[in-house]
T-cell receptor
Framework: GAGVSQSPSNKVTEKGKDVELRCDPISGHTALYWYRQSLGQGLEFLIY????????KSGLPSDRFSAERTGGSVSTLTIQRTQQEDSAVYLC?????????????FGPGTRLTVL | RKEVEQDPGPFNVPEGATVAFNCTYS??????FFWYRQDCRKEPKLLMS???SGNEDGRFTAQLNRASQYISLLIRDSKLSDSATYLCVVRRSYSSASKIIFGSGTRLSIRP
């Protein structure tokens, strides 16, 4: 079946502009996660959703970052007034349920470049 | 101090060698543990979960030491295709949520 998909795959934007990143999880997966990864660095947790609610938003780096999920499926991560330090690969993952043993399946990521 | 720490490497070993990575975690409430593999410019993929009793999958062996709060990954008879970054992942629950923390990864390069 289809895996996690993300769009766009690449996004180049100018500093100060808003961007919206989209994640389509695996069908039926209730948990959805957003991470970002800067070049050569590890994954930084941003936020996760269980269904449409986000129990843990602690990883969002600033109030310029927000995310929503509707219908328990697609999620969008919005970055307002982008800064150069926002440049990174934004990865989305989903799992069948929010349990301690469930595997996360990652999408290919969106590479964001802020000029 | 990071909650999950790994030696960044790189580890550069010849094909056929045995290589081991350690990962330490600081929060004793951590409940589950995983190793993910990430190829260059690709997304992470689950390599294996780590169970208290230790577990093996082919050439890969993972172990957990709760007392010392570390997990390990052993790769035997390494192949060129094992070259990747290996990410240690720790999960713990709190209230009705859980937190997943990725280590920064250990880079492994296998040479012919």
């Amino acid at each position: 079946g289809a895996g996690v998909s993300q769009s766009p795959s690449n996004k180049v934007t100018e500093k100060g502009k808003d961007v919206e990143l989209r994640c389509d999880p695996i069908s039926g997966h209730t948990a959805l996660y957003w991470y970002r990864q800067s070049l050569g660095q590890g994954l930084e947790f941003l936020i996760y959703f269980q269904g449409n609610s986000a129990p843990d938003k602690s990883g969002l780096p600033s109030d310029r970052f927000s995310a929503e999920r509707t219908g328990g499926s697609v999620s969008t991560l919005t970055i307002q007034r982008t800064q150069q330090e926002d440049s990174a690969v934004y990865l989305c993952a989903s799992s069948a349920r929010q349990g301690v043993t469930d595997t996360q399946y990652f999408g290919p990521g969106t590479r964001l470049t802020v000029l | 101090r990071k909650e999950v720490e790994q030696d960044p490497g790189p580890f550069n070993v010849p094909e056929g060698a045995t290589v081991a990575f350690n990962c330490t975690y600081s929060n004793s409430a951590s409940q589950s543990f995983f190793w993910y593999r990430q190829d260059c410019r690709k997304e992470p993929k689950l390599l294996m979960s780590v169970y208290s009793s230790g577990n093996e999958d082919g050439r890969f062996t993972a172990q957990l030491n709760r007392a010392s709060q570390y997990i390990s990954l052993l790769i035997r008879d390494s192949k060129l295709s094992d070259s990747a970054t290996y990410l240690c992942v720790v999960r713990r629950s709190y209230s009705s949520a859980s937190k997943i923390i990725f280590g920064s990864g250990t880079r492994l390069s296998i040479r012919p």
